[in-house]
């Protein structure tokens, strides 16, 4: 394999994440598939999308990738998808109405506004929470999915965002994390992540 068939911002992403492996050598041969137009995932529970699927992550989203820069519009759409039960809120489709509606920075990737402002496109409305655990179990007790900016931490070395998809019987938080399958099969603590997390919204149907 030639390093000069993969773009340098894929090759950096597999640096920090060799979870990424098979889809930034699927480069070359897939980069050029047409996007999935509907989800395959059971949307019995909030399902884990990665914004590295090559069903979607070697799509453009504004001067970057769903794969490198998706991650807000990866969470809008397992939070929509699951609500509404609608398999054709993919994160590509969630990537390009944000992209389109001014909800993607460049160089800094996505607008908190996408969730309070934009969730309606897909049939959900965000509301924001305080940082505060009985606001956040209320939420997922309801059913309800909380997209959390997350600040550098266990999750990230510059911002991300992360689904909360529900609580274990002893108070561990499930997490869909767009970036991570390793992640996303521990349980976290409220304290682990409470001082990892920027802003946080309850997601339900609109």
């Not at 897939?30 to 069903?55: C, F, I, K």
């Not at 807000?72 to 509404?84: E, F, G, I």
């Not at 209320?138 to 931490?153: E, K, N, T, W």
Request: aromatic letters at 10%; a negative charge.
């Amino acid at each position: 394999q030639h390093p000069e068939n993969y773009p340098p911002a894929l090759l950096e992403m597999l640096a920090g994440n060799n979870e990424t492996l098979d889809f930034v050598l699927g480069y070359p041969e897939h980069h050029a598939d047409a996007p999935a137009e509907s989800l395959t995932e059971s949307l019995d529970t909030v399902p884990l999308l990665l914004q590295w699927d090559r069903r979607w992550g070697y799509q453009a989203y504004g001067s970057s990738t769903i794969s490198v820069s998706g991650c807000a519009p990866t969470s809008l759409a397992m939070a929509a998808a699951y609500l509404t039960e609608d398999s054709t809120v993919t994160p590509y489709r969630g990537a390009r109405y944000a992209a389109e509606h001014g909800y993607y920075i460049s160089g800094q990737g996505t607008s908190w506004s996408l969730f309070s402002d934009g969730a309606g496109a897909f049939g959900i409305s965000c509301r924001q929470l305080s940082l505060d655990k009985m606001q956040i179990d209320a939420a997922l007790d309801a059913g309800q999915p909380v997209i959390c900016s997350m600040l550098p931490g266990d999750f990230t070395t510059e911002g991300h965002f992360i689904v909360l998809a529900g609580r274990t019987e002893d108070g561990e938080y499930l997490v869909r994390d767009p970036n991570s399958v390793k992640r996303s099969e521990k349980t976290w603590s409220y304290d682990r992540l409470s001082g990892q997390i920027a802003a946080l919204w309850a997601c339900s149907r609109a």
